[in-house]
């Protein structure tokens, strides 16, 4: 079963979710939204929220049962996303403090 499977209830093995629910602050909440926002069209805020959280359930769960666990954080498309999300804000963070030109309104002529 595949984490895309999983996620989005494909596979009939699955059977029948339950509704986990947590708090989180405000703050955080627009993070999510944003981040939400990245993901590609038709992703929902429970469908990020799952793709970080269910690559560590998979892993755990295959752990338990003697098998080789550490793949299951490597692999499915929503933590790929994730990760080029992540590397991408870091590159316009860096860039934003590297931006000489930003704070230069106007160079003297001569």
Not at 38 to 54: E, H, K, T, Y
Not at 63 to 90: C, F, M, P, V, Y
Request: hydrophobic content about 40%.
């Amino acid at each position: 079963m595949t984490l895309e499977e999983l996620m989005h209830d494909k596979n009939p093995e699955t059977g029948e979710s339950v509704t986990v629910t947590f708090k989180m602050k405000p703050e955080h909440k627009d993070v999510l939204r944003e981040l939400t926002d990245l993901f590609p069209r038709g992703w929902n805020q429970s469908d990020v929220i799952r793709a970080m959280i269910l690559p560590y359930v998979q892993a755990l769960t295959m752990a338990k049962e003697g098998h080789k666990w550490k793949g299951a954080l490597l692999l499915g498309s929503g933590l790929t996303i994730l990760n080029k999300i992540l590397d991408e804000a870091e590159k316009e963070a860096n860039q934003e403090e590297l931006d000489f030109n930003a704070s230069v309104q106007e160079v003297p002529n001569g």
